[in-house]
């Protein structure tokens, strides 16, 4: 959704693009010798691939997501008290976080990081926005505002292990082209490095307080010991690992506030309607705390608003429950689809998709229905019994190439927009 919505224009979403044809965003070219005076040219070169990690302003949303994320500082493991804070925070939800917590700004947080402070753990439900703010914690540290005392900086989704899920050094350090620092590294004990490692809850093998491998070490902090790391999970993917953590923090995603200053700056024109509809159905609005969720119904809005609406004229723009939600936002992603390839139609339901589109869809349902049951979040096609290439599945705009996923050893890793999304699909493949 980032790549196909946030990029596009707020007047043109015929614009949007899938995530495997998203342009790059230009940004200005960082000036080096400012922000990495005195640094050795490994260190340059990390800088600069960060500096262009996320756009510093793109036209929807007018400011980006992470500078509304509200995030929170976990005190202790404690039952909490019910302060009007704490209860802002929960949502009733299994990756509700019921502990002692106080807000705290990203600013604060990074902050109180030092060379001492060696393990952050921020924990968050899904679509909170913690992919996000890694990216932003990167390119933050590019740029120089924040981590001055790193000299590398490493940024791992998890997610990438898919094929190779034993983790070492080298591996890591051969994918940024720098296995020549594994020495200096060690012998350092990883002074001056941090590793900013995306979605525990991604990883293909569980987190063990009895496991051997390098990774399991570093994050005990038995490796590497003078290192800094900062990692991200659903919470009930991280028990394991709060014992070895030095700060834990939530991402919390969006309050009230938020969601109305979200909805403001995405589309004025329509805003007052927009937060009047979900003021009246509480269901909705109640998943807007979640930025992915908001995200896609200013998508669905916009796409369906006026006599632009690929969808029956007896159809409102906004959903009314949250099956909807995803049954609606994927039907405007097929329809993009349709729209990219030059045909005008008009998709009643997901049961209507023409041939072989209809064919190609249950498949990539079938695909989500075995993912989600294996706990898995990156996709292979290799071993799975699927009849279309992978340029059918990813042109569709359902599930799209993952590029990052260099990791993997070679093969080619596909996913979904998000989890969540792939939840849906599951669904809709044991409803069919």
């Not at 980032?2 to 342009?23: A, V």
């Not at 753990?121 to 933050?140: A, F, Q, V």
């Not at 705390?289 to 006026?306: A, G, K």
Request: net charge neutral; aromatic share 10%.
């Amino acid at each position: 959704i980032r790549n196909t919505y946030c990029h596009s224009s707020q007047n043109s979403p015929e614009k949007s693009l899938p995530i495997s044809d998203s342009p790059q965003l230009l940004l200005p070219k960082p000036d080096f010798d400012n922000i990495a005076s005195g640094v050795n040219a490994s260190t340059r070169n990390l800088k600069g691939r960060y500096c262009n990690l996320m756009p510093a302003q793109v036209d929807f949303p007018p400011v980006p997501t992470f500078s509304f994320t509200n995030l929170a500082l976990i005190k202790d493991t404690t039952e909490a008290k019910k302060s009007a804070f704490f209860m802002k925070t929960i949502q009733g939800s299994l990756d509700d976080v019921i502990e002692k917590k106080m807000t705290i700004t990203y600013e604060e947080l990074f902050k109180s990081i030092s060379s001492t402070n060696k393990i952050l753990l921020l924990e968050g439900r899904p679509g909170c926005g913690k992919t996000t703010l890694t990216r932003k914690i990167s390119r933050d540290w590019g740029e120089g505002t924040i981590l001055s005392f790193v000299k590398y900086l490493f940024l791992i989704p998890l997610r990438q292990f898919y094929k190779n899920p034993i983790i070492e050094l080298n591996t890591v350090l051969s994918h940024f082209r720098m296995a020549a620092l594994e020495k200096e590294l060690l012998q350092s004990e990883g002074e001056g490095v941090c590793f900013v490692l995306d979605g525990l809850d991604e990883y293909s093998v569980k987190f063990s307080t009895q496991g051997h491998s390098w990774f399991e070490e570093l994050l005990r902090g038995e490796v590497l010991t003078s290192s800094t790391i900062i990692i991200t999970s659903r919470p009930n993917a991280s028990i394991e690992l709060r014992k070895h953590v030095h700060t834990r923090g939530e991402v919390l995603g969006f309050f009230k506030e938020q969601i109305h200053e979200y909805i403001d700056n995405g589309n004025p024109s329509k805003a007052t309607k927009i937060k009047a509809f979900l003021h009246s159905h509480q269901n909705i609005l109640h998943m807007c705390y979640i930025p992915f969720h908001l995200v896609m119904i200013m998508f669905i809005y916009d796409t369906c608003e006026e006599d632009k609406t690929p969808l029956p004229k007896s159809e409102t723009p906004l959903p009314k429950s949250e099956t909807e939600v995803y049954e609606l936002f994927t039907r405007l992603s097929l329809v993009r689809y349709y729209t990219k390839i030059g045909k005008d139609i008009v998709l009643r339901d997901l049961e209507s998709l023409p041939s072989p589109e209809c064919a190609l869809f249950r498949s990539i349902s079938k695909i989500a229905y075995d993912t989600t049951t294996n706990e898995m979040t990156s996709i292979s096609l290799h071993g799975m019994h699927v009849e279309f290439s992978v340029s059918d599945i990813a042109n569709l705009g359902i599930i799209v190439v993952d590029r990052k996923a260099g990791l993997s050893g070679g093969e080619t890793i596909l996913s979904f927009a998000h989890l969540t999304n792939q939840e849906f699909l599951a669904a809709y493949h044991v409803s069919t």
